[in-house]
């Protein structure tokens, strides 16, 4: 007799409604476990470090440590950030103060948790842009570099510039980047960026010999292409972040979070090596003691190690040893690459990091522009960047001085407020909006 499984109306048998059951079920969020260092030298690094932060602005979402315990779990994330500052210490300090606020302030309201995570990218940029657009009105010198992680349940967001790197390593044992290299001699992309918007790029000269150490933006010697800050230096040093999004297997990971002053003295499976089998706060101390131990305190030299772990699972995640590396492309997102039969037959396989998002562009036009449906969620009239509510026809395209022959529609959003358009253009060298100065003093980061 031949028997046949359950069906429901839809003719899908019942084995496998149960399967897409469990797989879809609410997974829990995992533990966050967090430990810092720091040595100092210049007084320039801030470090970020909220355990617990509120989805909303200003409700513990700004510059302190920890806020937003009282939060319900569901309506909370976890952010870590560092600031190496330069020529003083004021861009870190007033990014540490404002950026995630301005950040959370281009996330619309009342989005699922899928919506919050897929505005997000474009929300770091904004946030990212307004506040350099803020600072410049503070008429201080000084620049910062940033790297922001965000943490939502297993979804990790990493956006950065400058120099400060963020890399990951999953409970398998695979390492991988989390951020951009921005430094000139790193990039020849951003060289030529730099070049074309109207920047010099070269080393320093003496006396007319060869010149000495590494490249360098000129005026102001800054040897990044992109920061918070450093208003002398020029509009070609531009705000906009590279941003990575990943997904991790409920099996956790490890972030290590560190200045320049780390990785100028560590390689990156160095410092991971240094962490072996320790807890967050003592892999922290680890690494800054072994970096100021390699090359001397020569700069400042910060660290902020954060286990993503299992619930209940208070130790770091074991590593299997001799399957890991250094990986550069992730594998590819399962809804590119399986059907959804395969999708059928059991849940996503373990220690998998997913890609889900990255982009580095620094043109404004592609990082604010996100595609149907997801770009519905903003609101079209606000300004892309400072969210001024403007009236239909007020504001400018971010498409408008787009070839003719472009697929883009030159009159459709996002817009941009007449001061975020005057920043828009100073950065792609179309616009001068910083005073020009006779003489710069150098910045030399």
Known sequence: ?????????????????LKRELCNQKVEKPDIL??????????????????????????????GGGGGENAADDDTISVFAIFDGHNGSAAAIYTRENLLNNVLAAIPPN????????ALPRALVAGFVKTDKDFQTKAARSGTTVTFVIIDGWVVTVASVGDSRCI??????????????????????EVERVTASGGEVGRINIAGGAGIGPLRCWPGGLCLSRSIGDVDV???????????????????GRLVIASDGVWDALRF???????????????ANRIVKEAVTSKGLRDDTTCIVVDILPPEKLSPPLKKHGKGGIIALFRRRPSDEMSEDHMDRGCFEPDVVEEIYEEGSAMLAQRLNINYPAGNMFKLHDCAVCQLEMKPGEGISVHGNMPKHSRVDPWGGPFLCSSCQAKKEAMEGKLHSRNSQSAVEPVFK
């Open 1 to 17: 007799m031949e028997v046949h499984a359950e069906v429901d109306g839809s003719g899908v048998p019942l084995a496998v409604l």
């Open 111 to 118: 989005l699922t948790s899928e919506e919050w995570t897929a």
């Open 168 to 189: 990951l390593e999953s409970a398998e044992g695979s390492v991988y980047f989390l951020s951009a290299d921005h430094r000139l001699d790193a990039n020849e992309e």
């Open 234 to 252: 020029g509009e070609f040093i531009v705000p906009v972040p590279h941003v990575k999004q990943v997904k991790l297997s409920n099996a956790g």
């Open 34 to 63: 967090f430990g810092e260092a720091n040595k100092s030298k210049k007084g320039e690094d801030f470090t970020l470090v909220m355990a617990k932060s509120h989805r909303r602005p200003g409700e513990g979402a700004g510059g």
């Open 269 to 283: 499976q160095e410092a991971l090596n240094y962490t072996r089998g320790l807890p967050a706060e003592a892999a």
